[in-house]
């Protein structure tokens, strides 16, 4: 193994919260890690310097927003998506699983073409293989891939769910010979199985023997009370290797991602801070404050009085309020900055208490903190 | 005179073009200078900090907006609108007139109580006198402060320009009154006249008379050609005191201002350059770029290959054009930013040639250059 390989370091455990380092040829990952969602080769209203500045060191792309603007093509002229977006970190692409199901009208799931789907944007119709979104993938040069993997909603019907595994199978497999000998990336597969601990595990056995750089945990937030994620982590997440990251897509909040590193995950992303950051909900060591709220019209006090990163201390939940009231970008810029550095400081505080070994008393304050 | 009094040096002229420098107590401001517009205490869609690395030396904000929001009493809690945006430098504040005849339902200009006019925002029945605009700009704690004036829409009736001049006469002299003995701030008055030469003499004289730190051409760039705004600058600019500095209200494109400065105008105002940021307008030394167009899709050179604010020589035209097309609120931020960096290089430019002599040869090159 080549110092510059991509590989995951387990450091210390605390009970079952792990902390560790994914290395990558672009720099290393910090784990528990938090990646914030570029969807568009952008993380929404924030500078990649000021990214860089709350100490994020990998976010994550959409592949099938990538795919269809700005085009693979074009990705492909600048090298990847590094290049285009003047972000040097690693970068973790998703397979567009998971947005064909959402946005756009998907037509069918066929296991031998793949995923095939209509555009949201134009309607197209195209055809999402295993082979393809790897490729697609490699066009964006990220560091991390992921599998093609059927992401069924929230169900409780076994058939579907089992059915969705028998394909995410066949697919992993098939993923796993396009992308090849290729060192320097990870590729990651996904389980699936609802909130079904036979089907999840049967899942993550069949991945196991397909053996991966990582594996996530895919179907979960997809509309589940929070205490039945947890239980299906409890109940499944040490079924996966000791010595791979384990990432849990597309969670969460601050309270999610606690409780779910407290079941041994490694890996979270979220357009929670960026989304919320654009509706004026600002997450504070305080809490979770709606700064809409006419309570804080005359509020002097900043979000957080220890963050110099664009003047953060400096601008008052005063002023704001008015932005917010008067529609200005401005405060979109200035609260997604915030959330983006809060969440980041939150996985800090969470590395540096499960390696003084007081993860759980971390854990028991900020559980509830952010409801 | 004390050294923080707010007052005016001529430095040198080039035939009418004219260098100088406004002392204020908070800061100086080298003249021609652009301010940009902070509407509602904020230059749309960029950091505080960002605007103070383009050389931006005063801002400008509107007492009308910021009278309705966030409200006077709140600004006066902050001591100010510096204290509540975070801008430190000087401020501009317009009198209100202009928006109250371009936005508000304005009901009557009645010359002893003011303008009557319904708030754009909640139909609200509000009265602007002369005292009140002077007392909410000492509440924002501007440090050039405007006469209440009554800016007619574009027209070629004398009555309507004359009866404004007489309101706007009257108006002056009481607002001078309200303003009182305050050295640390600049009182302006603002001419009116539309495009009649007669006219305008008539109110200059009349403001002279009374004798204010500054005089500003109001009832300009309302829609008349950019030659007849040329023309009644040329016949009216010179009978300004000399020693006083001169403001073009909502002024302009690179060329209005060049072709104005041209005429002896040492101030300017406009939202163009944040404006046109928001909907990919980009002002550059190559022109004026629309980088929503498909020609930029491919584009790999930077809007500034020179200008490391904010990395805004890494971005390419193509991410762009990228940024536009996806809506991504980074666009605006981007543009926005390099444009007014830009108005700031471009009026650079403008003092270094006055200084060095050689204004005519810049004016000539770049007068047609940004059509």
Redesign the interface.
């Known amino acids: 193994m080549f110092k510059n390989d991509f590989s995951f370091e387990l450091i210390t455990q605390d009970d079952k919260a792990r902390l560790g380092k994914i290395h990558t040829p672009r720099g290393l990952i910090d784990t528990p890690a938090f990646m914030p969602v570029g969807t568009?080769?952008?993380v929404?209203?924030?500078?990649?310097?000021d990214i860089l500045k709350t100490n994020t060191q990998i976010i994550l792309g959409n592949t099938y927003h990538l795919m269809l603007?700005?085009g693979i093509e074009?990705l492909k002229?600048?090298n990847g998506l590094h290049n285009?977006?003047?972000w040097n970190g690693p970068i973790l692409t998703d397979s567009g699983g998971y947005q064909i199901m959402s946005l756009s009208k998907l037509n069918k799931i066929d296991l031998k073409l793949g995923a095939i789907f209509t555009s949201h944007l134009d309607g197209k119709k195209i055809i999402l293989s295993p082979e393809k979104s790897i490729q697609v993938q490699k066009a964006i040069n990220s560091d991390i891939i992921m599998v093609l993997d059927e992401c069924p909603k929230l169900t409780k019907d076994k058939n579907i769910l089992s059915n969705a595994i028998h394909t995410s199978t066949e697919w992993a497999k098939r993923s796993k010979t396009e992308f090849g000998n290729n060192k320097s990336k990870g590729l990651f597969g996904i389980a699936q199985g609802g909130l079904f601990k036979d089907l999840r595990t049967e899942s993550i056995s069949k991945l196991i023997d397909i053996d991966f750089d990582g594996y996530a945990m895919g179907g979960l937030a997809v509309g589940e009370n929070q205490s039945d994620m947890f239980k299906i982590l409890n109940e499944t997440v040490d079924l996966l290797p000791i010595k791979k990251p384990r990432y849990l897509m597309g969670v969460g909040t601050p309270s999610d991602i606690l409780g779910a590193v407290n079941e041994g995950i490694d890996m979270f992303d979220c357009v929670m801070p960026t989304r919320s950051g654009r509706t004026g909900l600002a997450f504070t060591w305080e809490g979770k404050l709606n700064l809409k709220n006419s309570k804080f019209?005359?509020d002097?006090s900043p979000l957080d009085e220890n963050c110099d990163i664009?003047?953060l201390n400096?601008?008052?939940k005063?002023?704001l309020n008015?932005?917010i009231?008067?529609d200005?970008?401005?405060a979109?810029?200035l609260i997604s900055l915030n959330n983006v550095n809060f969440y980041q400081q939150f996985m800090r505080e969470i590395r540096n208490n499960i390696k003084n070994g007081t993860f759980k008393n971390f854990y028991k304050k900020y559980i509830n903190f952010f409801d």
Request: net charge positive; aromatic share 14%.
């Open positions: 568009l080769g952008t929404k209203g924030i500078f990649v310097d603007r700005p074009l002229q600048f285009f977006m003047n019209k005359k002097k664009r003047c400096k601008y008052s005063s002023y008015h932005l009231k008067s200005e970008m401005l979109s810029m």
